[in-house]
């Protein structure tokens, strides 16, 4: 994950304690998140995370500062996204997936360590629409996917 454009000393990487489940998942135990500082100390998240269920993009998060890492504590306040995570079965399906995706209005981010799409659906973008598509996808038997944080 590359630092997101702009001053780099606005950002830090806010890191999420991750409980894999009896199955295993998540596959990791910490998530990082890139955050931009806000001047009340909070940060508020600048991309798509893959795993955690506790805050998403746009949300407004307070941290705990421990041995020069920063971890999340709390959102403060929600965005109004919701949060999808999409399984692709075919790997070459992912550009036009996620191009359909834009052309609803969602930003995703990829990650190919994971076979796994993060999906941002913001407030103005149609959520039936979304979920229609993906819901073809699975009944195709393409992909799966999971409403991790949903406030639609």
Known sequence: MKRPPGNADNFRKVLFRLEPDEDGYPPVTFES???????????????IPFFTREATLGDVVEVDYVDGETYYRCTRKRSRNSLLRVVLFDRAEVPHLREQL???GCASEWSE?????????????DYAEVTRLLTEGYEAGL??????????
């Open 143 to 152: 992909l799966d996917y999971e409403e991790s944080i949903l406030r639609h």
């Open 102 to 104: 834009q052309a609803r």
């Open 113 to 125: 360590h994971h076979s796994l799409i993060s999906v941002n659906v913001p407030p103005e973008a």
């Open 33 to 47: 998140v890139w955050g931009q500082q806000n001047a009340d100390g909070t940060l508020t998240l600048d991309n």
